[in-house]
T-cell receptor, first 116, second 114 residues
Framework: AQSVTQLGSHVSVSEGALVLLRCNYS??????LFWYVQYPNQGLQLLLK??????LVKGINGFEAEFKKSETSFHLTKPSAHMSDAAEYFC??????????????FGQGTILTVHP | DAGVIQSPRHEVTEMGQEVTLRCKPI?????LFWYRQTMMRGLELLIY????????DSGMPEDRFSAKMPNASFSTLKIQPSEPRDSAVYFC????????????FGDGTRLSIL
C-alpha cells in the first residue's frame, strides 16, 4: 500500500523567506510523485511532478522539489516566498500499476501562510 | 485549452432532495475521478472511471451515492436522498492514461445540504 505524510499541517513564513514543505512517502514500487496547490475556492492545480530522470524537478511559480529515494522524501521548496504563495499544498503519490493504475494517494495537506 | 468543467459551482438544497453534480473532463482524457473534500476528512476519492467504466467505487460512502459516465465527455455524481453530512466540496478530475500523466482538477461544486 502507498501512503504520504506531510509534516506540519500549517507552515508560516515571512515574505522573502525560504519555503520548505515536507513530504515523505511509502511505496513498494518506484513512486511517481506530485505536488498540487489549492487556492481558496479553487480546485487543485499541478505544481510539479517526478516520474523518472532528474531527481530535482522544477515547477511553476518558482517552486522545485527533490526526490530522495534513500530518505523516501519529496520536499517542496521555494527560495523566496511571495504573498501570492499563500495556499494549501498537497503531496501525492501515484499508483504505477495494477488494478488501481493512475490513482493518487494524497497527503493531508499543508497550509502555507506568508506574512508581510 | 478548456480544463475540467464542473457544474453547478454552488448548490444549496434541503435534506432529502436529490442532488446531481456534473463534470465534463478534458477532451482526450480516458480517466475520470470524483473526490469529496471536507475539513474533517480532507480529500477523499469516491470513485473513478477508465474509458467510461467504473474501476473502483470503494470510496462511495453509501448507497445514496451513485455515479455514471454515459460517454467520454460527461459524468454525473448523484446523491439521493441528500443529508446534511453530505455537505462538502466535490471535485472532478481527469487524466490522460498514457504514461504517468497527472490528474487535472475542476474548480469543484460546493454543496450545502440544509
Amino acid at each position: 500500500a502507498q501512503s504520504v505524510t506531510q509534516l506540519g499541517s500549517h507552515v508560516s513564513v515571512s515574505e522573502g523567506a525560504l519555503v520548505l514543505l515536507r513530504c515523505n512517502y511509502s511505496s513498494s514500487v518506484p513512486p511517481y510523485l506530485f505536488w498540487y496547490v489549492q487556492y481558496p475556492n479553487q480546485g487543485l492545480q499541478l505544481l510539479l511532478k517526478y516520474t523518472t530522470g532528474a531527481t530535482l524537478v522544477k515547477g511553476i511559480n518558482g517552486f522545485e522539489a527533490e526526490f530522495k529515494k534513500s530518505e523516501t522524501s519529496f520536499h517542496l521548496t521555494k527560495p523566496s516566498a511571495h504573498m501570492s504563495d499563500a495556499a494549501e499544498y498537497f503531496c501525492a503519490v501515484m499508483r504505477a500499476g495494477g488494478t488501481s493504475y493512475g490513482k493518487l494517494t494524497f497527503g493531508q495537506g499543508t497550509i502555507l501562510t506568508v506574512h508581510p | 485549452d478548456a480544463g475540467v468543467i464542473q457544474s453547478p459551482r454552488h448548490e444549496v438544497t434541503e435534506m432529502g432532495q436529490e442532488v446531481t453534480l456534473r463534470c465534463k473532463p478534458i477532451s482526450g482524457h480516458d480517466y475520470l475521478f470524483w473526490y469529496r473534500q471536507t475539513m474533517m476528512r480532507g480529500l477523499e476519492l469516491l470513485i473513478y472511471f477508465n474509458n467510461n467504466v467504473p474501476i473502483d467505487d470503494s470510496g462511495m460512502p453509501e448507497d445514496r451515492f451513485s455515479a455514471k459516465m454515459p460517454n467520454a465527455s460527461f459524468s454525473t455524481l448523484k446523491i439521493q436522498p441528500s443529508e446534511p453530512r453530505d455537505s462538502a466540496v466535490y471535485f472532478c478530475a481527469s487524466r490522460n492514461g498514457q504514461g504517468y500523466q497527472p490528474q487535472h482538477f475542476g474548480d469543484g461544486t460546493r454543496l450545502s445540504i440544509l
